[in-house]
């Protein structure tokens, strides 16, 4: 038999640990908001229990490590495409041999 599912809301503790609990009423969540011991809140969802719901602001929490990380990997890739077209153009100016970017870059790569 199932369990009915309920609304939680959790927190993430100035400490680091996570805190959930089950949603009544928008005071809850803004006390919480309002106080200097909650890092971040996190908004009702549904959750059959109180582990399912710990496992829902985990998977959040994932979530939003895997975006942090794409970005900063985004933005090294980035830099290094400038950093190349930098180089290029430094390649270009003073070409005196026959080679190409591509032999040259990697040349001074390794």
Not at 58 to 74: L, N, P, T
Not at 82 to 105: H, I, M, P
Request: glycine share 4%; with cysteine.
């Amino acid at each position: 038999m199932s369990e009915k599912k309920n609304l939680w809301w959790g927190y993430r503790h100035v400490s680091g640990s996570l805190q959930v609990k089950r949603y009544f009423v928008p005071l809850d969540i803004q006390d919480a908001e309002d106080s200097g011991f909650c890092e971040e809140v996190y908004p009702p969802f549904e959750a059959n229990n109180r582990e399912e719901a710990i496992a829902h602001i985990k998977g959040i929490i994932r979530d939003q490590k895997d975006a942090v990380k794409a970005k900063d990997e985004s933005k090294k890739k980035l830099q290094e495409i400038k950093d190349k077209e930098v180089l290029r153009s430094v390649f270009e100016a003073g070409q005196k041999n026959s080679c190409t970017f591509d032999e040259w870059y990697n040349e001074q790569s390794h």
